[in-house]
Nanobody, 117 residues
Framework: QVQLVESGGGLVQSGGSLTLSCVVF????????IGWFRQAPGRQREKISC????????VYEDSVKGRFTVSRDNAKHAVYLQMNSLKPEDTAVYYC??????????WGQGTQVTVSS
């Protein structure tokens, strides 16, 4: 079974930067579309970005557009989320998602990001 492991979360001050990583086990990245999601306490999980598997185009949600950047390293089976100009409202657990054939989803356990004011 495909497994995803997120890391890189932590505590950062408002305006700071943080980079998250998502390592994918059991498959190659080119077979999946990759998404980043986040969930704050008491709120629904929301999509931050989606990167297609075919053309490597990433679409960002308005709330993170211009501040967050997605990249990947196929050789390392890793996807990265570079977060800049962080705000307290960015505080959440961040998840990596891989969507394969038949829209089957695989999720990681998440990594906590806390932005202080």
């Amino acid at each position: 079974q495909v497994q995803l492991v997120e890391s890189g979360g932590g505590l950062v001050q408002s305006g700071g930067s943080l980079t998250l990583s998502c390592v994918v086990f059991g498959t190659t990245l080119d077979a999946y579309a990759i998404g980043w999601f986040r969930q704050a306490p008491g709120r629904q999980r929301e999509k931050i970005s989606c990167t297609t598997s075919s053309d490597d185009i990433t679409v960002y949600e308005d709330s993170v557009k211009g501040r967050f950047t997605v990249s990947r390293d196929n050789a390392k089976h890793a996807v990265y989320l570079q977060m800049n100009s962080l705000k307290p409202e960015d505080t959440a657990v961040y998840y990596c998602n891989a969507r394969g054939v038949l829209n089957k989803d695989y999720w990681g356990q998440g990594t906590q990001v806390t932005v202080s004011s």
